[in-house]
T-cell receptor, first 114, second 111 residues
Framework: DAEITQSPRHKITETGRQVTLACHQT?????MFWYRQDLGHGLRLIHYSYGVQDTNKGEVSDGYSVSRSNTEDLPLTLESAASSQTSVYFC?????????????FGEGSWLTVV | DAKTTQPPSMDCAEGRAANLPCNHS???????VYWYRQIHSQGPQYIIH???NNETNEMASLIITEDRKSSTLILPHATLRDTAVYYC????????????FGQGTRLTINP
């Protein structure tokens, strides 16, 4: 079955380190998204992409970057990890069909910055 | 995208129908109503979506008022596994595909 997978599922890193969270989907979806979730804030959009070589900033993009070199993957990079980036990160994808298509989420990556 | 208003929490007895309301009074004609839920520590799960007409699938029913300013998600026979945070989201059909999440409703199913 097609799916969306995130790795690592859990990671502890030190302040100032570069960290990359991987997201891979096998649906051949054009659209991919990264969200973070913190207590009291719900899910907030970090970056998103509508296709290869396309990337866009979401509402909380500072300190994060993404690249889209193929359809299947949208890695999220924290250039210099900060304690404020301790969070749960969710990747999501959807098809290009604009007629109310659904967005599917991965199971999350728990990141702790110490 | 239009904003939505949901009650922060609700309770429902197991086996009963759970009715979750959502107000979206500023919804535009090209915006769909979506419902997702998030069970503790898991990724959000798609439930159902609709534009104007009522919708039903194997998980739930969605009732949208005629003026589209509010909707209700109905879980016909709630089970303990339906305990989750339920998000009502409205978004445009074209252009930006991203979902903007509010705080949702924390639904607790009681035995």
């Amino acid at each position: 079955d097609a799916e969306i997978t995130q790795s690592p599922r859990h990671k502890i890193t030190e302040t100032g380190r570069q960290v990359t969270l991987a997201c891979h989907q096998t649906w051949n979806h054009n659209n991919m998204f990264w969200y973070r979730q913190d207590l009291g804030h719900g899910l907030r959009l970090i970056h998103y992409s509508y296709g290869v070589q396309d990337t866009n900033k979401g509402e909380v993009s500072d300190g994060y970057s993404v690249s889209r070199s193929n359809t299947e993957d949208l890695p999220l990079t924290l250039e210099s990890a900060a304690s404020s980036q301790t969070s749960v990160y969710f990747c999501a994808s959807s098809d290009r069909d604009f007629k109310g298509n659904t967005i599917y989420f991965g199971e999350g990556s728990w990141l702790t910055v110490v | 995208d239009a904003k939505t208003t949901q009650p922060p929490s609700m309770d429902c007895a197991e086996g009963r129908a759970a009715n979750l309301p959502c107000n979206h009074s500023t919804i535009s004609g090209n915006e769909y109503v979506y419902w997702y839920r998030q069970i503790h520590s898991q990724g959000p799960q798609y439930i159902i979506h609709g534009l104007k007409n009522n919708e039903t699938n194997e998980m739930a029913s969605l009732i949208i008022t005629e003026d589209r300013k509010s909707s209700t998600l109905i879980l016909p026979h709630a089970t303990l596994r339906d305990t989750a945070v339920y998000y009502c989201i409205v978004r445009v059909i074209q252009g930006a595909q991203k979902l903007v999440f509010g705080q949702g409703t924390r639904l607790t199913i009681n035995p």
